[in-house]
């Protein structure tokens, strides 16, 4: 069972090294952070890049994991993430996760000029994208011709710290992500059912979570692989109870333990911000980060 964090981006880095040093200070067994060129309320206010922000904490940290939760292709191209992404493993000392999904409908879908594309779009390019960044993190040069990714002696030397590269969480609940998931992923991320986000209740979210665990058994047999070799996380927040297992240690136990108990082996929660849909009492955070974990076994 571990326990890790997400660090929005929105901290000066005079501000933000602070919270990612005590983020590895609580014992976090990752701390992640937003790829997004904005995101939601936050659009208005400070908001800075995810791959800057991630080497900046792996110079101020030293035994944490680090990386995005999550990455999506839509202003994202194989070929320039793959050298950032070796990068960072670099300067790391080989700590990095990639959380990657196929994206949204959101501000990043349209900052570069372009129309949003289609849910069947959005799942195409997420279909070569994945395929492409793994050669890319993996062989020293790649070639290929996509219709909508391509690579032309794209060079990637010495390539990852990690071997054969850093491990990918793949965020999927759809039957074509979740085949990636089961194809390419150490690791599978989910916020649960967005549908039930409003009105749901927690036993429906579960249930929800469950049916998502059983497609990803499914998608994992068909490809020959053992689903128990994926790490299941989810990120809390989207789930009917939002930020109520933040409101006490005994909360947080309980709501974790039963998702603990439907096979995720990472609960991560957001570190707070005040006055956002993340906040939350800072002391009642540093205790869950300390002792859920030990209740949690025991």
């Not at 005590?22 to 939601?40: M, V």
């Not at 390539?159 to 969480?169: E, K, L, M, N, Y």
Request: hydrophobic share 40%.
């Amino acid at each position: 069972m571990r326990l890790s964090t997400v660090i929005l981006p929105v901290h000066r880095w005079v501000e933000g090294q602070k919270i990612w040093r005590r983020a590895e200070d609580l014992g976090f067994h990752a701390a992640y952070t937003y790829d997004h060129l904005s995101w939601r309320t936050f659009r208005d206010g400070p908001w800075f890049g995810a791959i800057p922000t991630l080497t900046s904490a792996a110079t101020v940290t030293q035994r944490m994991r680090l990386g995005t939760l999550v990455t999506s292709p839509n202003f994202r191209h194989p070929v320039t993430l793959a050298k950032d992404l070796i990068t960072l493993d670099d300067v790391s000392g080989g700590r990095v996760t990639l959380g990657i999904g196929a994206g949204g409908s959101g501000f990043d879908a349209t900052a570069l000029g372009q129309e949003p594309w289609t849910p069947r779009e959005r799942a195409d390019r997420f279909g070569e994208f994945v395929p492409l960044l793994d050669r890319l993190l993996t062989e020293p040069a790649v070639t290929r011709a996509g219709m909508h990714y391509s690579a032309v002696e794209a060079r990637n030397i010495p390539g990852c710290v990690q071997g054969p590269r850093i491990p990918f969480a793949v965020a999927a609940t759809g039957p074509r992500g979740l085949k990636l998931a089961a194809r390419y992923g150490q690791a599978w991320v989910t916020t649960g059912d967005p549908k039930l986000f409003e009105s749901g209740t927690p036993a429906q979210s579960e249930e929800a979570v469950r049916g998502q665990i059983a497609k990803l058994g499914t998608a994992c047999a068909e490809t020959g692989r053992d689903a128990a070799e994926l790490d299941k996380i989810l990120l809390t927040g989207f789930t009917p109870e939002r930020n109520g297992p933040l409101e006490s240690l005994d909360a947080f136990v309980d709501f974790a333990g039963r998702y603990f108990a439907l096979g995720f082996t990472e609960i991560v929660l957001h570190a707070p911000i005040p006055d956002s849909d993340f906040a939350a009492d800072e002391k009642v955070f540093e205790r869950i980060a300390t002792e859920a974990l030990s209740q949690l076994s025991s």
